[in-house]
């Protein structure tokens, strides 16, 4: 019986309403992040939140390294977007992107090296956590 609480406290404390959270840690700064690893969940992204706390994040998982860009379409709040490659390490960092809700006039924005991982927090977190170009992260589970 205590095994099978535990089992469910552990699968509990990974999602939230559907949604797989993983804790992913950077510096010594740790962001409850969920995980947007299809296609589905990372088109949608964070678009039509209303808000992010501080200590929450989107992580999107691709399948393979790349340029992969992203754009602020229908997003209601600024963000920092944070790329790392397949070591975890952070290759770009895009601070304080503004919302856009103009298909026709939202830039996209890419890294300046290809990235596995990549995660959006809100504005201003890069900054107060000093998070640069090589720091190296850790993501529970992966």
Excluded at 59 to 76: D, S, T, Y
Excluded at 81 to 102: A, F, G, H, S, T
Aim: a neutral charge.
């Amino acid at each position: 019986m205590r095994l099978i609480f535990i089992i469910f406290f552990i699968f509990l404390s990974r999602t939230c309403f559907g949604q797989e959270i993983r804790e992913v840690c950077l510096k010594d700064v740790c962001v409850r992040a969920e995980i947007a690893d299809t296609l589905d969940k990372r088109e949608k992204g964070l678009m039509f939140h209303q808000a992010l706390a501080e200590d929450q994040g989107m992580l999107f998982i691709f399948g393979e390294e790349g340029r992969h860009g992203f754009w602020m379409k229908n997003v209601n709040f600024p963000l920092d977007i944070i790329w790392m490659d397949r070591q975890k390490r952070v290759v770009d960092i895009k601070p304080n992107l503004q919302p856009c809700q103009e298909a026709k006039t939202c830039p996209s924005f890419f890294p300046a090296d290809k990235a596995l991982y990549v995660l959006e927090v809100n504005s201003g977190f890069s900054d107060k956590h000093k998070i640069k170009v090589g720091d190296k992260i850790s993501i529970d589970g992966y």
